[in-house]
């Protein structure tokens, strides 16, 4: 993804784009491939190194079992073949950039501004953020552990290769903490699963598989239990402590893994005037913000019975660039075309 991703970065363009795509995630990538479908260039902007928004940059090679057409996939799977269907109309990427700013100029196009500095033209925009800026949330209780940070203590699997063969201790109790504490019974000498709770938060059949590898033995789980201290040597860990209510206890580990979710911000997207709903952008069922030619799809949305999965941000971005058409080109009737023939005269 890394070659793949850099081979596409663009060094910046200041012609005029039809659609500027704010988020180069699943949702913007196939926005982009909505935009060729509809004959409108585009560019891809986003702060991050390469394409693929959460589904890179945290957990690659998970699998997901609910996009249409895959049985199952991996994330960075899912990604490479979104950039390979958008990459038929050659999208622009311009890639570890932030945008800071979002102008709407007198004649109704837009001047996008990054944090590298540059700018950039388009008629319309797509906000396709995800969850904004989001970072992990951490242990606080901890202290300072920033020494242990990527070397003992993870908040993402970014390659199971990493957990070959070291004592994990898994931190949380929902679907993610569960997921990768099963999956990793594969790589790892052992796995310890600790929740704070009762009982875990996670869907049924996670929860079932999860008890039934510690019925067999394979995995330990504390439930009621909080972590409470860590014992460390430069980028080691020596020893965790645990509290289960009245008893303390203490485990040896090599990695450390919470995954106890993660906190968003939409950080600049606050300030360019849109109608928000908490921390989402607020949008109709056209995809249309509250600002004329600017839309939004994906995670980063809310509209009335909203599902925040995939497939439906894949749904969301197709409405965006369709609703897009009549800001875009006003004066021109719009015409719905089939992709079977829309890409059977591009073959030609």
């Not at 993804?1 to 704010?22: A, V």
Request: charged share 20%.
């Amino acid at each position: 993804m890394n070659e793949q991703s850099s081979e596409l970065e663009s060094e910046g363009s200041s012609e005029i784009r039809d659609i500027s795509i704010i988020g180069a995630g699943p949702t913007g990538i196939f926005a982009a491939f909505q935009c060729g479908m509809n004959d409108l260039t585009c560019r891809l902007i986003d702060s991050m190194p390469q394409a693929g928004g959460q589904l890179t940059a945290l957990y690659p090679e998970k699998f997901i079992y609910d996009v249409a057409g895959f049985p199952r996939v991996t994330a960075s799977q899912l990604i490479e073949t979104l950039m390979e269907q958008a990459e038929q109309f050659s999208p622009e990427y311009i890639l570890e950039s932030q945008v800071t700013s979002l102008q709407k100029n007198d004649d109704g196009t837009f001047t996008i501004t990054t944090s590298t500095g540059d700018s950039y033209l388009s008629k319309a925009v797509i906000i396709a953020a995800g969850l904004g800026a989001f970072s992990p949330r951490k242990l606080d209780q901890l202290g300072d552990v920033s020494t242990l940070e990527g070397h003992a203590i993870h908040y993402s699997v970014k390659s199971i290769s990493d957990f070959e063969g070291k004592r994990v201790v898994v931190i949380g109790g929902g679907d993610s903490a569960l997921d990768w504490a099963v999956t990793l019974l594969k790589v790892a000498t052992s796995v310890t699963l600790v929740h704070r709770m009762k009982q875990f938060q996670a869907h049924g059949k996670t929860v079932a598989d999860a008890m039934e590898a510690s019925e067999e033995g394979k995995m330990k789980i504390f439930l009621n239990t909080e972590l409470v201290g860590i014992d460390h040597y430069h980028r080691e860990i020596q020893k965790l402590h645990f509290v289960q209510k009245p008893d303390h206890f203490s485990l040896q580990a090599d990695v450390l893994l919470p995954l106890i979710g993660y906190k968003s911000d939409l950080g600049p997207i606050k300030e360019w005037g849109l109608e928000l709903d908490g921390n989402k952008v607020k949008v109709g069922s056209d995809m249309k913000t509250s600002v004329e030619g600017i839309y939004a799809a994906g995670d980063v949305v809310s509209y009335p019975n909203k599902l925040y999965i995939i497939q439906t941000g894949l749904g969301d971005a197709t409405m965006a660039v369709r609703s897009s058409l009549g800001y875009i080109k006003p004066h021109e009737k719009i015409k719905h075309q089939f992709s079977s023939i829309k890409m059977a005269s591009k073959s030609k």
